[in-house]
């Protein structure tokens, strides 16, 4: 049974960097044909793309958050890892994984607010 | 990037029928165009309904279908019920292009 679980801090000051990782079990990120991602949704807002990684470390990014963001993968661990820099209220938002292609595994999300 | 519109809300009546459409920016659906379509409830991750445009999961009810109508992607619900009532998620992916999603349609059934 293929899982994503997410994790990281839950506050992050603003200009600092939002640092989160999606672990996935059930499944091999090395030997998986599929894109895994990362989606944003702020409270009471809808969905956002954020961009994705190949096993392979080939990346796509939201042109409107490519200068900020990097997205790793660490297939020894089994893990996806998103960095957000120079973070503001604006990022607040719950963050969720996914298995991309036919999009059939989210994890749970998690909520990160943007505070000082 | 192309942008993707959805009616923002939606009314169906118990066990009637409604359809939700996805456009895009980049004008008709051709070939190398792909739809999602993705059920969220409160405080729930969203659940994929319909990939590929017309695809369903193994856990899709059969009353959800996907399809092409006018141009767009189209999610129809037939016979809805009352645990439909949510928030309905396109995505747009296309060759070349980043995966856009749709700002979301509010269904409510009543």
């Known amino acids: 049974q293929l899982q994503l679980q997410e994790s990281g801090p839950g506050l992050v000051k603003p200009s600092e960097t939002l640092s989160l990782t999606c672990t996935v079990s059930g499944d091999s990120i090395s030997s998986s044909s599929y894109y895994w991602g990362w989606i944003r949704q702020p409270p009471g807002k809808g969905l956002e793309w954020i961009g994705s990684i190949y096993h392979s470390g080939n990346t796509y990014y939201s042109p409107s958050l490519k200068s900020r963001v990097t997205i790793s993968v660490d297939t020894s661990k089994n893990h996806i890892s998103l960095k957000l820099s120079s973070v503001t209220a604006a990022d607040t938002a719950v963050y969720y994984c996914a298995r991309e292609g036919i999009w059939d595994h989210w994890g749970q999300g998690t909520l990160v607010t943007v505070s000082s | 990037q192309a942008v993707v519109t959805q009616e923002p809300s939606l009314t169906v009546s118990p066990g009637g029928t409604v359809t939700l459409t996805c456009g895009s920016s980049t004008g008709t659906v051709t070939s190398g165009h792909y739809f999602y379509w993705f059920q969220q409830k409160p405080g729930q991750a969203p659940k994929t309904l319909i990939y590929?445009?017309?695809n369903k999961h193994s856990w899709t009810p059969a009353r959800f279908s996907g399809s092409l109508l006018g141009g767009k992607a189209a999610l129809t619900l037939s016979g809805a019920q009352p645990e439909d009532e949510a928030d309905y998620y396109c995505?747009?992916?296309?060759?070349?292009?980043?995966?856009?999603f749709g700002g979301g349609t509010k269904l409510t059934v009543l």
């Open positions: 995505l747009f992916s296309y060759n070349g292009g980043r995966p856009v």
């Open positions: 590929d445009t017309s």
